[in-house]
């Protein structure tokens, strides 16, 4: 996921993350703009990973680069329950 062109797109978010990925790896987030706006900041990350697979499975390649996050609680937020989660994280 990014931008095309010239600039980096801009994502606004009301209330909710900019991105949010539930038990996905293969995943790249590049060259973005995430922005929070009426109460995202209280509650929410910007980009926001979790991972709850069975089996205590780890999800490999993350990445996240040039992306610039504000008006959220957090600019990334990860989780994972139990001894899930994820691994090659960049």
Known sequence: MGSYGGGRAIIEASGSPGISARNTGGIEIRDLVIVG???AYTRE???DLYSDLPD???LSHVVVSGVDVSGFRVGIQLGAK???GFSRLS
């Open 37 to 39: 706006r009426r109460g």
């Open 82 to 84: 139990a001894k899930a």
């Open 56 to 58: 205590d499975r780890k």
């Open 45 to 47: 990350g910007g980009i």
